[in-house]
């Protein structure tokens, strides 16, 4: 597996036509590092499963360059869904759509809808282009982790996580630090008012300022929803040590925190952000640091405020859901 870290045309022609021959393309995106298979190859596809250790019941979203390609994959798409799409495309939302016949059962999980997502990263958008010039319909990319851990922010996070499960005829190719860092806002499409999903940095009140008189949008727990939820398991956006999200770090212990947090006598600080988009920016990159340093106990002082702080909560949420239930089972 090569990684390229130029992304001039000869090198993103050689990306594209690696998936188009059903390799695997791991690539950078705004909100964190995919693993890109040509969406109608079904062999490349279940490489993405394996590679990533994910249950085929798991559907995957599916990416695009332009809202023009989206009737490739769908039918039926709500008035308020292309308003969106026109609003925050290309960039970090994903839609749940019906799905057309273009859409398989092998990357839908065998659920009658599909996720769309047009990714802003300059890198990302390039290979798209290319690749649908070369051919392509679309490029299926889950987060580039193993199933159940850390989303990569960087392609050096991709090859510690995936590195080795990738043959000759894969790629990474490296885009710097995701500048969101946190995965994209899951919007549930296929009825009458759209459903948020997984929040993330285009957020519910964003989305109601777009949408204004269209519909209403409902204020949505995921549970509620009629297609399957995303990071529901225990162990979503898991490192390996425990993550604490009150009380107070003992020496060798990890802390996360905004600047203004000071460092206690031999606690090791992971990241020090200096305002909550630069958190979400961080966390990930923090997460991991965290297990290369065998720390067993992270604490974390979640952010307060709105915007990009529901998406935070939400994963500091699941990534400490297992030690909540521990602690009440004791
Ligand atoms: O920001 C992102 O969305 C990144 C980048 C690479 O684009 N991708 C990403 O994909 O986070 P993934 O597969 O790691 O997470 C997508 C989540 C999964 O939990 C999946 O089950 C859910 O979205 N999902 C995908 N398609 C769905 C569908 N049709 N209905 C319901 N949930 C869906
Ligand atoms: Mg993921």
């Known amino acids: 597996m090569e990684i390229i870290s130029n ?5 993103i022609e050689k990306a594209a036509r690696a998936l188009i021959c ?11 590092y995919g693993l890109g298979a040509d969406a109608t190859n079904k062999d490349a596809v279940s490489r993405i499963y394996a590679v990533k250790g994910r249950p085929t019941s798991h559907p995957l979203i599916v990416h ?13 798409v709500p008035t308020y869904a292309i308003k969106l799409a026109k609003v925050f495309w290309p960039g970090p939302m994903t839609l749940i759509l019906p799905r057309s016949e273009v859409a398989q059962d092998f990357i839908t999980g065998g659920q ?13 958008l390039a ?28 392609s050096r996070s991709v090859r510690s996580e995936i590195g080795k499960n990738l043959t000759v005829n894969d790629l990474i190719l490296e885009g710097g630090l995701s500048s969101i860092g946190l995965e994209s806002t899951i919007i549930d499409c296929t009825q009458a008012s ?9 957020t519910s009140a964003m989305v109601r300022r777009s949408l204004k008189s269209e519909s209403e949008l409902k204020e949505i727990k995921i549970f509620n929803s009629a297609v399957r939820a995303p990071g529901m398991l225990k162990s979503h956006y898991s490192p390996n040590g425990k993550v604490f999200l009150s009380g107070d770090p003992m020496p060798g212990d990890g802390l996360i925190a905004l600047s203004t947090v000071v460092t206690p006598l031999g606690v090791e600080r992971l990241a020090s952000p200096k305002n ?10 923090a997460l991991r640091l965290a297990d290369e ?24 949420k699941k990534c400490s859901y297992k030690i909540s239930k521990l602690d009440l089972s004791t």
């Open 293 to 316: 340093k065998h720390i067993k106990n992270i604490f974390i002082v979640p952010p307060v405020g709105f915007g990009i702080v529901e998406a935070i909560n939400d994963r500091l």
């Open 276 to 285: 909550n988009n630069e958190y979400a920016q961080l966390l990930y990159e």
């Open 127 to 154: 290979l798209l282009k290319e690749f649908e010039a070369q051919g392509g319909l679309g490029v299926v990319a889950p987060s580039a982790n193993r199933f159940g851990k850390v989303s990569p922010t960087t």
């Open 7 to 11: 992304s001039t045309a000869p090198f």
């Open 22 to 32: 059903g390799g695997l393309v791991a690539f950078p995106t705004e909100t964190v």
């Open 194 to 202: 759209p459903t948020i999903l997984r929040p993330g940095a285009i």
């Open 64 to 76: 695009i360059s332009s809202i023009n390609h989206l009737h490739n994959w769908v039918r039926d």
């Open 112 to 124: 009658d809808n599909v996720g769309i997502r047009v990714p802003s990263h300059t890198v990302a």
